[in-house]
């Protein structure tokens, strides 16, 4: 008897922080199909009285919402593809070629990850200006090529590769490079789908730094149009949740389907680091 | 190519992209930090002076600098203790044998996580909306009048909080639930037969048991939650009565909008400064009571 009391505590508890979770995403879902200035009424309406996509179709087609899914899309994917080449050949290096100076270099990394990202951004702006990439999708995407939390998480997945299994390639007169790609990387395979969802997510989520580097209104992502729209429109609720769905629906979807990568990954870059 | 080469070759790449686009500028930020850049220098380089410390002088005797600060102290020292007892509470029920549809659970609480903090801020906007937002007509329900949420600047920073709570907590919460998972039955077993309570089996086995992991998640989210900015510039814009002003928003509108980059500079060092002091004194703490 006293368990079941302590069954229905338990799962009552759990059913009551899942909707305070959930019910603020549910309730911009409902509020972005309502017609305009229908949420700004006592007692908020819970759901939309006739349904419609007006509001989605006044962001793509007079707001540009598209353009700014667009630009979310290229900076992150550009974002994604390079940080994942690019932390990976580092990782592996790190866990598994001996070269001088490798380990003196990733101690210093991995004391550089205490700094943070904003102290870089004023220097950062300056050094872009001057190369002319302030207003480019390449000021928003080069800050994101290389991640020390990623090079940290591939080095601590490739360190169980067996070394026999390398050194039997060399000996057969592979080459590093073809070593790499065709023993390596399809070792690798789980954390390079964990790292991709992180940087994609990592790029789509960014704020500061796209909001300095992309005045331009056409150049901008999401995040960065989204906030400035309802600067302008405070009162208009229901195009803004229409807004905040498009923002959101596309990073919430892959981890929906990715979620065990993202799980792993993220207990691998923190309890067993 | 020998594998000490290719070694060099391979974390090359990286390498240089770290330090050309994060290395360099966080020195050129404190050389930046020690000069008056501002808009006239940013036309003309000429118009560059070295002042010295003044940046930093001029900050500690600057009200707003003091205000930013102290809000960006109450939003850590209220959000993460908050922050880590709701991921630390909802793994233990996640964790309990009694517990039903476990995924799915894990998974909700874990959704917000993933979402656009600017997106998600939006929404919180309009929940807390004095007239017409469901917070305050849930309150009604129960007699309370409504509440200025993020009109008032003694409740502006509160709504932060509890926005960024409700926004984090399915992190740590994975983290925790690692931990528990690691924590032998046999420790519970023998405590139950001594005839301890549920309580006292979290406060003696649980909590010195998940030491470590708590230091690590105390560590990370204060790291996170001193870069404190997104949330006040959409929710607040700093407001009401810059009641809502972090330490990152000023380097930002000091540096972005008034293009006083050198104070900004000195600003995000200042930051820095105190991010690592506090990093230590939660080291220091936790070594003296044993914890590694």
Redesign the interface.
């Known amino acids: 008897m006293r368990r079941t009391i302590s069954a229905l505590v338990v799962n009552a508890l759990l059913l009551l922080l899942a909707v305070l979770s959930l019910a603020p995403l549910l309730w911009m879902l409902s509020v972005s199909f309502m017609q305009p200035g229908e949420a700004g009424h006592f007692p908020p309406p819970l759901w939309p009285s006739q349904g419609g996509l007006q509001n989605y179709r006044e962001l793509f087609l007079r707001a540009g919402m598209g353009r700014f899914l667009f630009n979310s899309f290229l900076i992150s994917t550009c974002v994604m593809l390079i940080s994942l080449l690019l932390n990976t050949l580092a990782g592996y290096a790190f866990a598994k070629l001996r070269f001088k100076g490798r380990d003196r270099t990733f101690r210093t990394l991995l004391a550089a990850l205490v700094i943070p990202a904003q102290v870089a951004m004023m220097p950062l702006f300056l050094m872009l200006k001057q190369l002319g990439l302030v207003n480019t999708y390449m000021g928003a995407i080069v800050p994101g090529m290389a991640a020390i939390f990623g090079i940290f998480l591939v080095r601590q997945y490739a360190r169980t590769i067996p070394d026999e299994l390398l050194e039997a390639a060399r000996i057969d007169g592979a080459s590093e490079w073809r070593i790499f790609f065709q023993i390596v990387l399809p070792a690798l395979k789980p954390i390079l789908v964990t790292l991709a969802i992180f940087s994609f997510l990592g790029a789509w989520n960014d704020f500061m730094w796209p909001l300095i580097v992309l005045s331009d209104q056409s150049l901008q992502t999401l995040p960065v149009a989204l906030a400035s729209l309802s600067r302008e429109h405070v009162m208009d609720y229901e195009l803004m949740m229409a807004g905040s769905v498009v923002t959101v629906l596309p990073v919430l979807l892959l981890f929906l389907l990715l979620q065990r990568y993202y799980i792993q990954g993220l207990l691998v870059g923190s309890v067993k680091g | 190519?020998k594998?000490?080469?290719?070694?060099?070759?391979?974390?090359a790449?990286?390498?240089l992209?770290?330090v050309l686009?994060?290395?360099?500028?966080?020195l050129?930020?404190l050389a930046?930090s020690l000069t008056d850049f501002d808009i006239y220098a940013l036309a003309d380089l000429d118009n560059l002076r070295f002042v010295g410390l003044d940046n930093y002088v001029g900050l500690l005797q600057n009200p707003l600098f003091w205000k930013s600060l102290g809000n960006t102290l109450y939003f850590v020292a209220v959000g993460v203790p908050l922050s880590i007892a709701m991921s630390l509470g909802?793994a233990v029920?996640?964790h309990?044998r009694?517990?039903?549809?476990k995924p799915?659970?894990r998974?909700?609480?874990?959704?917000?996580v993933?979402?656009?903090?600017?997106?998600?801020a939006?929404?919180?906007?309009?929940?807390f909306h004095t007239?017409?937002?469901?917070v305050n007509?849930g309150l009604s329900w129960v007699g309370i009048d409504p509440v200025d949420w993020l009109g008032d600047p003694n409740w502006a920073m509160p709504t932060i909080i509890l926005f960024a709570v409700?926004k984090n907590f399915?992190?740590n919460m994975?983290?925790f639930l690692?931990?528990l998972q690691s924590i032998p039955e046999d420790l519970y077993e023998a405590a139950r037969i001594d005839g301890a309570g549920r309580w006292k089996q979290f406060r003696h086995i649980t909590l010195p048991m998940l030491g470590p992991?708590l230091l690590?998640?105390a560590i990370?989210t204060m790291?996170g939650y001193?870069?404190l900015?997104?949330e006040p510039?959409?929710m607040t814009?700093g407001g009401p009565l810059e009641s809502t002003k972090s330490v990152?928003y000023l380097?930002?509108e000091e540096?972005?909008k008034w293009w006083n980059?050198g104070n900004?500079?000195a600003v995000?060092?200042l930051?820095?400064l105190l991010?690592?002091a506090t990093?230590s004194g939660l080291l220091w703490l936790a070594r003296r009571r044993g914890i590694e």
């Open positions: 190519m594998a000490a080469t290719a070694g060099w070759v391979f974390a790449p990286a390498l992209v770290i686009f994060f290395g360099l500028p966080v050129a930020a930046l909802a029920l996640l309990s009694l517990a039903r549809f799915f659970f998974t909700a609480f874990f959704a917000p993933v979402t656009t903090v600017v997106a998600v939006v929404i919180w906007r309009y929940l007239r017409y937002g469901l007509w409700w399915g992190y994975i983290i690692a931990g992991v690590l998640v990370l790291a001193f870069q900015f997104a510039y959409v814009q990152l380097m930002y540096g972005f980059l900004a500079s995000a060092f930051l820095f991010m690592a990093t």
